[in-house]
């Protein structure tokens, strides 16, 4: 395995221009460009091909968007709606029963911030997003790097969620945050 794809899927810093990585790059825009213009009939076997898990009963609307596709993992029953924006440098897991709105962004990467030379070198790590059972995000919700999504949470349009939100509660805001516990 190239030394900047096993950097990258150990969370360490790593540079994306690294031509292994570049070409699965290429892949997955060539399979997205595919999807996105497939009819609804022709787009679950593209998913198939493109994504490192996909429940039965899954679907993803148009527009989608994912660096390599390979590190998404879709539970059963769960929904992506238009223009979703996975960016799967680190793995994003998402489980059952999940329905997140249109324009949602979930956003692995993150970029030195002190080390200015490392920036300009374009050294990057990315940290996993996992989205529990029977979540619902509004539409444009932002999740950023190692941010986990307890079962049964609502998140309100427009959120970004900086932070691990518990199970059976209600966030919204920038940041999120939890406004109340749902009933059970």
């Known amino acids: ?21 570049v ?8 399979l997205l460009d595919r999807f996105n213009r497939a009819d609804a009939e022709d787009r679950q076997p593209i998913l198939r091909d ?16 994912c660096d390599y596709g390979y590190l998404i993992r879709l539970g059963d029953n769960s929904f992506l ?6 960016m799967d440098c680190a793995p994003i897991t998402i489980g059952d029963d999940v329905s997140i709105g249109p324009r949602a962004q979930l956003l692995t990467a993150l970029h030195p911030l002190d080390d200015h030379e490392l920036r300009r070198q374009r050294w990057e790590r990315a940290e996993p997003i ?25 998140v309100g349009a427009g959120s970004v969620v900086t932070r691990d939100l518990p199970p059976g509660v209600l966030a919204a805001g920038n940041p999120a945050r939890v406004i109340r516990e749902l009933k059970r």
């Open 50 to 65: 493109l994504l490192g898990g996909i429940g039965p009963s899954s679907w993803i609307m148009p527009r989608f968007q």
């Open 81 to 86: 709606n238009y223009d979703a924006i996975l």
């Open 23 to 30: 070409a699965e790059r290429q892949r997955c825009q060539s």
């Open 130 to 154: 996992t989205i529990g059972d029977n979540v619902w995000f509004g539409g444009g919700v932002i999740v950023c790097p190692g941010v986990t999504v307890g079962d049964n949470t609502v």
């Open 1 to 21: 395995m190239n030394d900047q794809r096993t950097r990258m899927l150990r969370g360490e810093w790593y540079q994306d221009s690294d031509p292994v990585l």
